[in-house]
């Protein structure tokens, strides 16, 4: 697992892996979007959606973090 540093050192250095990370997050959070719309378990429906919610709270921390580092936005 990625620690802090490391992903700042990879946002500081790499604009392409920083997409990178983004478009992984992006899709994992895709497929489990879709996955929730087949799921009648509750249970299952809620974890999906905290997991959703947490990859989104990933890829705002990933934006915040280069935004400081090269005053611009990572863009897509």
Do not use: W
Not at 39 to 64: K, V
């Amino acid at each position: 697992m990625t620690t802090l540093t490391q992903l700042e050192d990879v946002l500081f250095h790499s604009r392409e892996e920083a997409k990178g990370i983004i478009l992984q997050l992006r899709a994992a959070r895709q497929q489990l979007e879709k996955i929730n719309g087949k799921i009648q378990d509750p249970q299952q429906y809620q974890q999906n959606t905290l997991l959703i919610e947490a990859i989104e709270q990933a890829e705002n921390i990933i934006n915040i973090i280069y935004y400081r580092y090269h005053n611009c936005a990572l863009g897509e």
